[in-house]
């Protein structure tokens, strides 16, 4: 059974840095386009970024130029690089093969002074 397992989250003041992690097994993820999303209180599930290659790299306009997404293939792990963080950036953070029912179980972001 294929698991996502995702690290990182915590509490961070505004303005703050955090480097979230989805370590994959039972899928090479090199053949994925892999994703995160994000679930604010009382919210949706909601889009945050994805990849599938380099060249093929994709992130919601909330986040752009403040968010990373980047992966490592030899660890088979995706990286969610956050800098300049917001109050309403705060949210579980899900890891996502794109276009299946495969979830993470999420990690919790606070974003708080």
């Known amino acids: 059974q294929v698991q996502l397992v995702e690290s990182g989250g915590g509490l961070v003041q505004p303005g703050g840095s955090l480097t979230l992690s989805c370590v994959a097994s039972?899928?090479?993820?090199?053949?994925?386009?892999m994703g995160w999303y994000r679930q604010a209180p009382g919210k949706q599930r909601e889009f945050v970024a994805s990849m599938a290659t380099e060249s093929s790299i994709h992130c919601a306009d909330s986040v752009k130029g403040r968010f990373t997404i980047s992966s490592d293939t030899a660890q088979n792990t995706v990286y969610l690089e956050m800098n300049s963080l917001k109050p309403e950036d705060t949210a579980v953070y899900y890891c996502n093969v794109l276009r299946t029912n495969w979830w993470g179980q999420g990690t919790q972001v606070t974003v708080s002074s």
């Open positions: 039972k899928i090479d993820i090199k053949w994925y386009e």
